[in-house]
């Protein structure tokens, strides 16, 4: 287990060479996604199937405020089912934050509402 910027961050491989290359890209991801939400632990999980299609099966679970975020995508290359999972978290990430703006926006204006009422009587 890695630990980057307070994530901890657990990647495990089955059936794929890990190199150094492979961490630094799944590190830059997560800490992109970090810009959007606080992430406070990471588990991915790359996998390599000769015998299915497409072979290559990533999985993602992030701990974060609020319920755990996870992701699957497969593709016919590593890079490519990286790159829909990491595109997938970031439109999760960005339907949780809007979602909670306009939970905070119709808040706002029903107090501001409600507390117009009061002061007009």
Known sequence: ????Q?????V?????????GLDLLIEQSINALRRLIPIATARVVLEQKRDTS???R???HLAVPGPDV???ASDHT??????????????QFQMRTARQQLRLKERGLCRKQAGQRNHGQ
């Open 12 to 20: 495990q491989a089955h059936g794929i060479r890990n190199n150094g």
């Open 6 to 10: 307070n994530i901890k961050l657990q």
């Open 1 to 4: 287990m890695q630990k980057i």
């Open 78 to 91: 590593l890079l490519a089912a990286w790159r829909k999972l990491a595109g997938n978290l970031t439109r």
């Open 58 to 60: 990533v999985f993602a």
């Open 54 to 56: 497409p072979v290559y």
């Open 70 to 72: 996870h992701a699957t």
